[in-house]
């Protein structure tokens, strides 16, 4: 399948535009996949619910990155191809997120219901219409991640082409799957281990949001191993940082800037490194009321006013963000002694502060 | 990665040699992800329970159809890149099952606890194991699925030739989702309306259990539309016959022959075309029973033994022994019709009765 092209040959990377191109490839799938629907007679709420759920949010990070990528690795072959690989990432995400709120019972993303809670309230009345909600999304994911495939597979790539993608999309899938293996394992569980939580935020997040969709990117210029290790020198601590970002979101976010409920990882008990530290930092009657805090099942009104109080006091919060600025300082850094041409770095530097904000 | 070939370059199709080839490269795989997540301390346990789960049992019936097709278009080209496109189906459907087991609560599979039973039992003990076992199996499906396709990345097809696979891949995929979703919305409601339920027999079971693998085999032997065409006119009815064949294993097997718990679909609700023909048969008193018996959500001992009961006496059992063996008569119909070589034709016949019994 062939969508509109932007004129991404222009010089100058632009990130509103790869989130344009892709938002459009995204809407003409899924309007080809609806009308494939209406003349099966297939239930026509699996292409409502995902629609809603691809366009009507989402920052677009990990396809702006892959676009990114082959920016850096000198924009080799037609853009059309790229920016097909970049929607199918996006799909990909979806099926993710999906699968997440459904392990999570999330009640919103991207500030809108949840797909399980989408599909509960269309089947509203009906006996256990919470359980068919939770059971039509997993299956919704799942057409998701075939969706994506499906966007892969018709990007036109060169059986080289594809195979490097391959390459690297497999690895990250599998990485995806066993660093939410290891978070769901986890949750219910927070310590004091701060590097097993930021383990899981490798696999799950770093390595997922930026080391390998800017090295997908990569691939599709053809790009070589030193352009690889260099991207994977910049991506990983710029993800770390990012997950680490999010930890401070999901913990002091309120909805409308999350577009999740509120204080979610703290409410789920997920084992942040935000959290992790602060159970190694805190002393006295802070340790025992964290403890208390993470254990109690029956939570008073002022929970979470009351464990954010301890982040702060523990100095966990402002520790966070001094990981952040590490990881931010170490990406620049390993830019600078990448070795890739100076408008190759101008366009990754783009891309640090739209993920992990500004330099405090 | 190629494997172990094993002499498939015989003229003669031997679905035996399929099963040992195709489980040798599953657990070759299995093995090389089980070392992967040793070096990389991920837990063990999922390709422990997965490995279980795609060696521990199962019929093949999509790998060895997979590879009929292929010998019956001909065998183009090697049979190291068949026999690895017919492991990734297989992984697929592992992906498959284990979902359909989740959204089902089904306790076994294969004569073995299914997935999510197997992960609650690793965790035993610790709060809330049952529905983490749940949420695990729904990213170790998730896992499946993925390998599924790096089985089928590396199987080293050319860019025409990998088209040609995708292309029916990506529409299996779809249909396969959509008959589940369709399967998923009826069950609870079960209703005289046969044709849906045919309907979702198809989607579900036929197309992606039979027409699908034979196409995909045919696909890697560069067929024509025309052969494409014969082996659909083949594997539809024999793909309705096999789902019809499997709501009587469904309503009538014991675990030891299915696997599964006995009677499971009565018991989930199923919309089957089994209770779609005893509701449209049934009169008087036994209609008035079947409908109460269908409705009652608290089960008193002999509840299976007296639906049972009705679907004998109303005929249900027997008329679908009878669709069975006029989709049986399509099947073989088309085959004759078909223009394919003999030799295609005896390999085609020869897989009939393993899937839906000898003729009575």
Known sequence: MSGTTIGLAARVFDSGRVRSAVDERLAAFLDAKARLAIAQGFPAEVTDVLRDLVLGGGKRIRPVLCVAGWYAAGRDRDEDAVLQVAASLEMFHVFALVHDDVMDRSATRRGRPSAHEAIAARHAGRPGAARLGLDAAVLLGDLALVWSDELLHTAGLSAERFAAVAGVLDGMRTELMYGQYLDLLATGRPSADLEAALRIARFKSAKYTVERPLQLGAALSGADDGVCAALSAFGLPLGEAFQLRDDLLGAFGESPETGKPAAEDLREGKHTALLALALSRATGADRTLLTRLCQETRR????????????????????IEELIEERRCQALRALEGSGLPPAAGATLRSVVSSLIGPTR
Chains 1, 2 share one sequence.
């Open 300 to 319: 008073e009104p002022g929970w979470v006013a009351r464990i954010r109080a301890v982040l702060e006091r523990t100095g966990a919060r402002s520790g």
